[in-house]
């Protein structure tokens, strides 16, 4: 499976993606740390990269956990991962979290991968709902909820607990699949 946009491309984990994602990790670790903690620090080294990858591989094939790498095509750039998490298949629900590496975010390209990957989730692995949770003041992210027509549903209270910080109120975003 691979998804492709403009420039770019999402494609499922693979087991060769450690240098990759473990260079995308070090390189955005300022950006990581507060949402992305438990990745960050899985992903410092190369060999516990390794590790990251051979485990969500393995989650991917389970059905437990999807996660996807961004890629730019011309240079197979690894510039964002997402996640497909927090599943319940008796719901049919999951969520959605994503980071976009520095040198590219503010283009557009986050949502135009959320928008492939909301219908990706809705034909192919039968999901009906999907989720964003997010900060208030992670702009970006809200931009990205937004403009793939995800709904705001509410504040969830001390809904997530940064490294080192009081708990944090988060915003959560739906989109549901279209009965046809």
């Known amino acids: 499976m691979q998804l492709n946009f403009g ?9 060769k993606d450690a240098w990759n994602i473990c260079n995308f990790a070090v390189a955005n670790e300022n950006r ?5 903690p438990k990745t960050l620090e899985q992903n410092l080294t190369p060999d ?14 389970l059905k437990e956990e999807f996660l996807f790498t961004l ?18 298949w008796t719901k049919k ?17 986050m949502t135009e991968a959320i928008q492939q990957l909301s219908e990706y989730a809705f034909k192919n692995l039968g999901i009906e709902t999907l989720q964003i949770i997010v900060h208030k003041s992670n702009i970006g992210s809200v931009k990205v909820a937004d403009n793939c027509n995800f709904t705001y549903i509410k504040t969830l209270k001390s809904e997530h607990t940064p490294p080192g910080e009081a708990p944090l109120n988060m915003e ?3 989109l549901y699949k279209e009965i046809e």
């Open 7 to 15: 420039s770019y491309s999402i494609v499922p984990i693979h087991p």
């Open 32 to 36: 990581l740390k507060r949402y992305f």
């Open 48 to 61: 516990l990269s390794n590790i990251f990858v051979e485990k969500k591989v393995k989650q991917f094939e």
């Open 71 to 88: 890629r730019e095509n011309e240079s197979n750039t690894l510039v964002g991962l997402i996640y497909i998490k927090a599943l319940d």
């Open 93 to 109: 629900k999951g969520e959605f979290a994503y980071a976009i590496d520095y040198n590219v975010e503010g283009k557009g390209i």
């Open 172 to 174: 959560l975003y739906e």
